[in-house]
């Protein structure tokens, strides 16, 4: 093996665990923050839950406004930095997190991290920089593989590390963000020439650009756009809700919520892995459309409802049953736009899911808080999944009055990342 194939190799090895660290702190967190928010605020799960929305809706808009940023930012003074920089801007919210004495240190670790986070289009774009041909698509899955991976054991590491104590898994997510940026010093070269640099523009970096661009689209593409976007708002239920449901409904521990996120990326993998491989070939798109969103619909329905704990399993197989319909929808809009749109579509398809991002967690963790805090009109603990479920038939609605008079003849397997 030569010199510069040992570099590449290595070069791609720092970039799949810059994303696995990038994901995985966002996966430590969901079992952990319940109870340290409790903990910090000394409050109850119903007002953390108030307190962890607007906590993702800082995280959220942070990455949405320097994504872009970052990417062109990277196009001038080159990947490597702006990498490691990230690298230690994770290393540093992970360890305000571990240390933090208050719940505004919590905040300012997450306006930190939403920056750091931007970093993964600049990753995208090192391996962009350094694959050719069928390679470049072969390293491309592997930001597919380091995300499905990271969300998984960043649950599993947050929900068990936390039993030994509540702090430890934001310390050992610091200190692998920290390491991985040391070690990315010595072995990550730089992949964007001289040559190749632009300088930086301010036009380019504006996240709401791509956003504008979708009025251009006919009726039709637009109101699957729409239907797609409510799915993505219904399904922050279960993203920023379900922890703090399971503890207020049935008094889970972290190891408990841990084992769940387990058991639920466990089987996202499966679905998206292999079972979307064969169910949209022989059914084609529209019929997985509808039939994945009414499951996502039912799964969120039977949580709202649900009575016991241990059914959170099982309302967990329809709802990621769901996830091919979100898969096939953006596959369906993608093959009604021009061959020389499609990089414009995905960018905004994009720039959609990360403002449901910073909409969706505080509008479901305000519908949770009021009706679970102190002297609620009425106790519902479901009351974000009955909507989410609402919310879901809307989506069904508006996406059979676009397929209304149209014919799918279109049975391509879209090339999309899991939905959850």
Known sequence: MTKNARHGKAALGFIFVTIFIDVLGLGIIIPVLPKLLEQLGNID?????????????????????????????????????????????????????????????????????????????????????????DK????????????????????????FLSGVWIRLPFIVAASLALLNAAYGYFVLPESLSLRNRRAFQWKRANPVGSLLRLRNYSRAVSTLITAYTIVYIAQKAVESVL???????????????????????ALIAGIQGGFVRWTIPKFGLQKNIMAGIAFYGIGLLMISLINVGWMMYLCMIPYCLGGIGGTALQGFISDRVPANEQGELQGALTSLVSITTVIGPLLMTSVFHHFTEKGA????????????????????????????????DSHEIPKTTPHI
């Open 45 to 133: 799960i119903s007002t953390a839950s108030q307190y962890s929305g607007w906590l993702t809706f800082t995280y959220a808009t942070m990455q949405f406004i320097f994504a872009p940023v970052l990417g062109n930012l990277s196009d001038k003074v080159g990947r490597r930095p702006v990498l490691l920089v990230s690298l230690v801007g994770f290393g540093i919210d992970y360890a305000l997190m571990a240390f933090a004495p208050t719940i505004l240190w919590l905040f300012v670790g997450r306006f930190i991290a939403g920056i750091a986070g931007a970093s993964t289009t600049t990753a995208t774009a090192y391996i962009a920089d350094v694959s050719t041909g």
């Open 136 to 159: 470049r698509a072969a390293n491309f899955g592997l930001i597919g593989a380091a995300t499905g991976l990271g969300f998984i054991l960043g649950i599993g590491l947050g929900g």
């Open 243 to 265: 922890p703090f449901y399971v503890i207020e409904r049935f008094q889970w521990t972290t190891y408990s919520i841990g084992a769940l996120g387990i058991f639920i990326g």
């Open 377 to 408: 009109a009425i106790y519902f603990p479901g009351a974000p999944f009955l909507l989410g479920a609402i919310l879901m038939f809307i989506s069904v609605m508006l996406t059979l009055r676009s397929f209304k008079g149209k014919e799918d």
